[in-house]
């Protein structure tokens, strides 16, 4: 019995089965293909960012370094919020940072005129890491840090 038989003289609804047994089969067969990415795992941890005089710092980025440079994850941030509060970010939304001690960089990038580009309202050496002079540690548990506050 020839195939098409089997669908009568209408082939389309075989090549629809054919089209979707193929599509079933590379989804189970490749799973996880795609960019390669191997996560590393992430735990909780926020903040607070204070100014010299104790004042919050709102709409600040941060983003955490690791100090031996070795991590092939991406770097954790966050963006502060009104009271200087963040929740760090490593790929999800709020889930945190690998395990390890981190140099931090801080920038807040902010626009004076809605017709120019933003500039940076911070100090530019705590936007590099070789002048931050800010380190954190992330522990293997949930992490609430201590007020990070700027010089």
Same mark, same amino acid.
């Given at each position: 019995?020839?195939?098409?038989c089997?669908f #009568?003289?209408?082939?389309?609804?075989?090549r629809?089965?054919l089209?979707?047994?193929c599509?079933?089969?590379?989804?189970?067969?490749?799973?996880g293909?795609g960019?390669g990415?191997?996560?590393?795992?992430t735990?909780k941890?926020?903040g607070?960012?204070?100014a010299?005089?104790g004042?919050?710092?709102?709409s600040?980025?941060?983003?955490?370094?690791?100090?031996?440079g070795?991590?092939?994850a991406?770097?954790p941030?966050?963006?502060?919020d009104?009271? $200087?509060?963040f929740q760090?970010?490593?790929?999800d939304? $709020?889930? $945190?940072?690998?395990? $390890?001690e981190?140099?931090?960089?801080?920038?807040?990038?902010?626009?004076d005129?809605?017709?120019?580009?933003?500039?940076n309202?911070?100090?530019?050496?705590?936007?590099?890491?070789?002048?931050? #002079?800010?380190?954190i540690?992330?522990a293997k548990?949930?992490?609430i840090l201590?007020?990070?506050?700027l010089?």
């Amino acid at each position: 019995m020839d195939y098409c038989c089997a669908f #009568g003289r209408n082939t389309s609804r075989f090549r629809v089965l054919l089209a979707f047994v193929c599509i079933a089969w590379v989804a189970v067969a490749f799973p996880g293909c795609g960019n390669g990415e191997r996560r590393v795992a992430t735990y909780k941890a926020s903040g607070q960012l204070l100014a010299a005089d104790g004042k919050a710092v709102a709409s600040a980025l941060i983003v955490l370094h690791p100090v031996d440079g070795t991590s092939k994850a991406p770097k954790p941030r966050a963006t502060t919020d009104r009271e $200087g509060r963040f929740q760090l970010t490593t790929y999800d939304t $709020g889930d $945190g940072a690998p395990d $390890g001690e981190f140099i931090v960089t801080v920038e807040q990038w902010l626009r004076d005129d809605p017709n120019e580009a933003p500039t940076n309202h911070l100090p530019p050496a705590l936007g590099k890491q070789d002048s931050s #002079g800010i380190r954190i540690s992330i522990a293997k548990s949930e992490n609430i840090l201590e007020p990070i506050q700027l010089r």
